[in-house]
Nanobody, 123 residues
Framework: QVQLVESGGGSVQAGGSLKLSCGASRGTYSSYCMGWFRQPPGKEREAVATIDSGGSTSYADSVKGRFTISKDNAKILYLQMSSLKPEDTGMYFC??????????????????WGQGTQVTVSS
């Protein structure tokens, strides 16, 4: 069983940056597909970025060139977000163990979720 805990959300002005972190409080995720999803207000949860066990990454078109997903060991996953836009506002969730390992992927495919961290971008 993997338990995921996100941190790093907050409020920022458009054009700013934030870095989200996701730690495994129990277990490791080295063999899993990992990713970040977000849920804008009043909308469905959507995949933003994924990374597989070998380090291959995939991004939603809306964040390509602005967001970078990475992991530094079996317990920490990151999402570096730059050039943030108001439309990036939403609750961001860390996710583990899903297929296909790439964007797009539906939330129903995900086995493990974090509790979410809020990102608010003001214009």
């Amino acid at each position: 069983q993997v338990q995921l805990v996100e941190s790093g959300g907050g409020s920022v002005q458009a054009g700013g940056s934030l870095k989200l972190s996701c730690g495994a409080s129990r277990g490791t995720y080295s063999s899993y597909c990992m990713g970040w999803f977000r849920q804008p207000p009043g909308k469905e949860r959507e995949a933003v970025a994924t990374i597989d066990s070998g380090g291959s990454t995939s991004y939603a078109d809306s964040v390509k060139g602005r967001f970078t997903i990475s992991k530094d060991n079996a317990k920490i996953l990151y999402l570096q977000m730059s050039s943030l836009k108001p439309e990036d506002t939403g609750m961001y969730f860390c996710a583990a163990a899903f297929l296909p390992c790439g964007v797009p992927v539906g939330e129903s495919a995900v086995t493990y979720w974090g509790q979410g961290t809020q990102v608010t971008v003001s214009s």
